[in-house]
């Protein structure tokens, strides 16, 4: 490095004076001169020749890569000899003002750099151009406070010539009527075409002759001035200046493609990208920024667009151009109208558009829109991104994180949307903080949003997509208060991370329509889960909220797990779709089956535990219920319901499992299917009745109409010196294969009334546990009438003389049964006359004997049902359509009876063949439960049933195997 300081004037003797590859520095009052003193710089190819000088300049440089020369005279001159630059200086005019002026004669630097910086007052000192005298191999920047002027004798030829980069800075660049002309020595290389900077404080006026430079960069400051750059074919910006902005009118680059940029630097000022006159187009990499606000637009249409189909491979609007954050990016369009930024022109992969302000992106009353396959890079520091996508699809990433964010959460107005395509927040290295976004605000119309990267809320937050939303990563609150989030839309929601697990959110929900997918471990909320959409549990995952409600189907694989603080609540099935690996719910306050119909849950070995730790004390009312229809329970592993838990079914209460245990219990029907069935036993406590009133429970009880167990249940007291079990049915009987003495069975009432769904509803709408009907309630012995089990092979028969007729039934064949079916003694709802059946004793003619089996009103109603069954023939016709149509969508010969049953189950279509062969199947119930002949013969049972089914072959064949399994005691799964 050489540096040289002189208080004088520096001479040179024409010859190398300076050799170095390295920096050559000299400054003085004047350096050089004309002739044998100008300075002599030798390079070696590699070194840097620097000039800093009051007055005059005259150096020779041999071989040197870049030449710098500062001049601060405008009355001296300057010229580089060799790789020549000539500037001719003129003294200021001290009568007029009028500043001074450095002519550029020549400059032909042959491949090396040259910056002259004409550096005098603010308000002085000329660079003027003239015809022809720029002739630049390397890269060439003239700097000056003052204006770079064209000279008069130009006569419409060329200013400069180059295939490198030109760098001009002044006050005012040319003029409208006379802009600054340039032309291209030779084709450029494709890798290196030159780049033209206008940098000004006020004008700037250009014109390219040829396409010279393949990007223009314009820097402006002052928004009150004018700014044109032409081209041959066109103009390629024309920004015009007024009172606080700048307005880019057109910008056509379709017959050149080169990049364009354009920064306002004034953050008083605003920049408009105007489209009264048509929309501005790019062609290259375009860059428009302002220290101020950015206005897209100033009526509804295209601000910006892109109509040749080669496309931007990069447009970028930044406001906030110095980070201080004042300044946004808007729409300009008035009323609900939207400017717009068209890049639908883009044939292949999306164009990226990069929006940078710091007080915003868009509102939702000025919102951006957009239209194309756009992928976006945008940043904002406190005022929100809102973008409306017209049609495309829509990506958003930056590697500093993405607020979606409205500081001001009274008024939410920030978003994303699309029309027709996906909206995907994308994973550079930052996180999506989202806030201060409500109902359409952040919307796709008809597409999907994807989070690619991890997210955050800053406040309450409503995502809605058409097509779904994803969420790749994680989903928290930011630091502080939790945050509600709520989606919705018709497609799939998915949550593929952890949600709330470092920061708890608020709630979540997810609205019906779709369905709503988890792949991370875990949900957790501060408040409430409300998911009106179905739920699958792709992995694992637990739950972990206050109120947690599954109000539409709930399937698997993943095993589940609830963790509530309030109410549970399922509103569909579980795992009818996909089995849940395991369902376990615990909380302190309800689980309810809310579904208006049937619902079942099926759960793989995980089983189905329903607070299996139980409860501290006996509750007054029912805490696992479900207060309409039918519930069934499947698992290859255990149902398990803690001790001191009351379970209350509207209907028919059905368990599959490998081991049930229960504590209280009553539905319509119960029918556990498991090689061990428990009853938990407990201490006696209060139960609330249905007109609100209460009375002491002593022990627990299972209450049902009817009751079949595969297995002997028992009683499991859990180290508690509780009393004896209550099984209480309509009748007193139970069918199970083994001894029942060890609990106390009973009736539910004297009078035989059975249980319906109404008697399981109590004040409230509550359903109740204990339940009194009629004239008698379970748990008061004082009127139980007790009757013997079918499984008692060791019951000692009493012999009260009030009931002896009851105890003195007779079998009957199977001839008198049937002949009572097809025309028994009238009834209070029946009109039949005759005699049906023959004599049963001397005298009488009519109905069976007193202590017949059949002088009952279980006897009575079945044959009403038969009856009615057997004049159903379009029910009959109905299940005989639902076989073939079972073959067809199947695609087998083969009809099985239980995957039949399951099918019409799944299939609305065929509910009225479903409700015909469930009263079949009762009608084969009631009739094994008369102490006859029948009840140990299948065949004719079976014979019986196939009349109701006609001449199908398939009907009788699918009630046959219903027998069998019925015989078998395999029905628990049905009822």
Excluded at 208 to 235: C, N, P
Excluded at 754 to 772: C, E, K, M, Q, Y
Aim: overall charge negative; charged content about 20%.
């Amino acid at each position: 490095m050489f540096t040289l300081l002189a208080k004088q004037g520096v001479t040179g003797n024409g010859a190398t004076n300076i050799e170095t590859a390295g920096l050559a520095a000299v400054t003085g009052t004047s350096v050089g001169g004309s002739g044998n003193s100008a300075l002599g710089f030798d390079g070696r190819g590699e070194g840097f020749a620097t000039v800093f000088a009051d007055g005059e300049v005259g150096i020779n440089v041999t071989d040197v890569a870049k030449t710098f020369v500062v001049q601060k005279d405008a009355g001296s001159g300057t010229t580089v000899n060799q790789d020549a630059i000539a500037i001719s200086g003129r003294a200021a005019d001290a009568g007029t003002n009028t500043p001074g002026r450095s002519q550029v004669d020549r400059i032909a630097t042959a491949g090396t750099d040259l910056a002259f910086d004409y550096t005098l007052d603010a308000d002085g000192g000329e660079i003027a151009l003239r015809e022809g005298v720029i002739d630049a191999g390397g890269e060439i920047a003239l700097r000056t406070d003052g204006d770079i002027v064209t000279v008069a004798d130009n006569n419409g030829l060329h200013h400069v010539k180059t295939d490198a980069n030109f760098i001009l800075k002044g006050k005012n660049i040319g003029s409208a009527g006379d802009p600054i002309r340039f032309e291209q020595t030779a084709a450029p290389d494709a890798d290196a075409s030159p780049v033209l900077a206008l940098i000004a404080e006020g004008n700037a006026f250009a014109k390219l002759e040829d396409s010279v430079f393949s990007g223009v960069a314009i820097t402006q400051r002052d928004a009150a001035s004018d700014v044109r750059v032409e081209t041959a074919t066109g103009t390629l910006a024309a920004i015009t200046g007024s009172a606080g902005s700048s307005e880019l009118t057109h910008a056509d680059t379709t017959a050149q493609g080169r990049d364009f940029s354009y920064s306002l630097e004034d953050e008083d000022a605003t920049l408009v990208v105007a489209n009264a006159g048509g929309p501005a187009l790019f062609g290259g990499d375009t860059r428009l920024a302002s220290d101020g606000d950015v206005v897209i637009g100033t009526q509804a249409g295209s601000a910006i667009a892109v109509s040749n189909g080669s496309g931007p491979n990069r447009l970028e609007i930044a406001a906030d151009r110095d980070g201080n954050g004042i300044g946004r990016i808007r729409d300009g369009a008035a009323g609900d109208d939207a400017a717009t930024i068209d890049l639908g022109g883009v044939p292949a992969t999306p164009a990226q558009l990069v929006l940078r302000a710091g007080n915003g992106i868009g509102a939702l009353e000025d919102r951006i829109e957009t239209r194309g396959n756009i992928d976006i890079a945008a940043a904002t520091d406190t005022g929100g991104i809102f973008l409306r996508n017209a049609d495309g699809d829509l990506r958003i990433a930056d590697v500093s994180g993405i607020d979606l964010l409205n500081p001001d959460t009274s008024a939410p107005l920030r978003g994303l949307s699309t029309n027709s395509g996906d909206v995907v927040v994308g994973n550079d290295g930052g996180v999506v903080r989202l806030g201060g976004i409500e109902g359409a605000a952040l919307t796709s119309v008809a597409g999907k949003h994807t989070f690619e990267a991890d997210v955050e809320l800053e406040s309450d937050t409503t995502l809605n997509a058409r097509d779904g939303v994803e969420f790749q990563g994680t989903v928290d609150s930011a630091a502080g208060d939790a945050k509600a989030l709520t989606v919705s839309g018709a497609g799939t929601t998915r949550f593929g991370g952890a949600v709330g697990a470092n920061q708890a959110l608020a709630s979540l929900t997810t609205d019906g329509g779709g369905e709503t997918r988890f792949g991370g471990s875990s949900v957790t909320t501060s408040g409430d889960q409300t998911y009106d959409d179905n739920v699958v549990a792709e992995s694992d995952t637990t739950f972990n909220g206050d109120n947690v409600a599954f109000n539409a189907d709930l399937d698997g694989p993943g095993a589940v797990r609830v963790n509530g603080q309030g109410n549970v609540g399922f509103g569909g099935n579980v795992g009818a779709a996909a089995a849940v690996g395991g369902l376990d719910v615990r909380t302190p306050g309800n689980i309810e089956f809310t579904g208006a119909q049937n619902q079942s849950v099926i759960a793989g070995a995980g089983g189905i535990a329903l607070n299996p730790d139980g409860r501290a004390a006996l509750p007054t009312r029912a805490t696992v219920f479900k207060r309409n229809g039918d519930l069934a329970l499947e698992t290859t592993g255990a149902v398990e319901v803690g001790r001191r838990e009351r379970v209350a079914v509207g209907g028919a209460l059905g368990i599959v499992a490998a081991r049930a245990a229960l504590p209280d219990v009553v539905a319509t029907n119960l029918n556990i299917d498991a090689p061990e069935i428990v009853v938990l036993g407990r201490e006696s406590g209060t139960t609330e009745l249905a007109d609100g009133s209460t009375q002491v429970d002593p022990n627990v009880h299972w209450v049902a109409n009817q009751m079949v167990f595969s297995t002997t249940p028992t009683q499991d007291n859990g180290g508690g010196a509780f009393g004896q079990a209550t099984l209480a049915t309509q009748d007193g009987e139970i069918q199970s294969p083994g001894n029942l003495k060890d609990f106390d069975v009973r009736l539910i009432n004297a009078d035989g009334k059975a249980i319906d769904a109404s008697d399981l509803i109590g004040t409230g709408g509550r359903v109740l546990d204990l339940i009194p009907t009629g004239s008698e309630a379970v748990g008061d012995p004082s009127t139980v009438l007790p009757r013997p089990d079918p499984a008692f092979a060791d019951w000692v028969e009493p012999t009260p003389t009030d009931v002896t007729a009851i105890w003195s039934r007779k079998s009957v064949p199977t001839g008198e049964l049937l002949a009572y079916l097809e025309c028994a003694a009238p009834g209070p709802d029946e009109d039949l006359t005759g005699d049906c059946l023959p004599a049963v004793a001397a005298g009488e003619t009519r109905g069976p004997a007193e202590a017949s089996p059949l002088n009952t009103e279980r006897a009575r109603e079945t044959a009403r049902l038969y009856r009615r069954l057997a004049k159903d023939r379009a029910s009959r016709d109905a299940l005989v359509q639902s076989i073939d149509d079972y073959r067809f969508d199947r695609v087998t010969p083969y009809i099985d009876a239980y995957s039949f049953r399951r099918y019409l189950e799944e299939s609305p279509q065929h509910e009225q063949a479903l409700t015909y062969l469930r009263d079949v199947e009762n009608l084969i119930a009631n009739v094994q439960l008369l102490d006859l002949e029948l009840a140990v013969d299948a065949s004719a049972r079976a014979q019986l049933a196939s009349a109701l089914v006609g001449d199908s072959e398939d009907a009788a064949l699918i009630v046959e195997n219903l027998v069998d399994e019925l015989e078998d005691q395999s029905t628990s799964r049905y009822h």
